[in-house]
């Protein structure tokens, strides 16, 4: 399986930004997909999650309310809407896909850089 983050970009704090994760290769050996971020100086945390079917929607609570994470089956393509993005937002976001619905994730993609000016 392989994964293609695209979107990252700077903007400015209360803005908004879409993430796109684009997934081939064995796509079907997965169940579903999720983002995480790092932002400098810090580990890598999770930000959201979604079966490929489209339910069982995780979000941490920092971008709750804020972040909404989307499928498109069609193109195999995860979206990350992000609005009201926040100064503390920035930081390299990855997408990633695990074939157990509560394992570890198996695939990592290359890492998008988003940026949130004050």
């Known amino acids: 399986v392989q994964l293609q983050a695209s979107g990252g970009g700077l903007v400015q704090a209360g803005g908004s930004l879409r993430l796109s994760c684009a997934a081939s290769g064995r796509i079907s050996s997965t169940v579903g997909m999720a983002w995480f971020r790092q932002a400098p100086g810090k580990e890598r945390g999770f930000v959201a999650s979604i079966s490929w079917i489209g339910i069982a929607r995780f979000y941490d609570d920092s971008v709750r309310g804020r972040f909404t994470i989307s499928v498109d089956n069609a193109k195999n393509t995860v979206n990350l809407q992000m609005n009201s993005l926040k100064p503390e937002d920035t930081a390299v976001y990855y997408c990633?896909?695990?074939?157990?619905?509560?394992?570890?994730?198996?695939?990592w993609g290359q890492g998008t850089k988003v940026t949130v000016s004050s």
């Open positions: 990633a896909a695990r074939v157990a619905s509560k394992g570890p994730y198996d695939y």
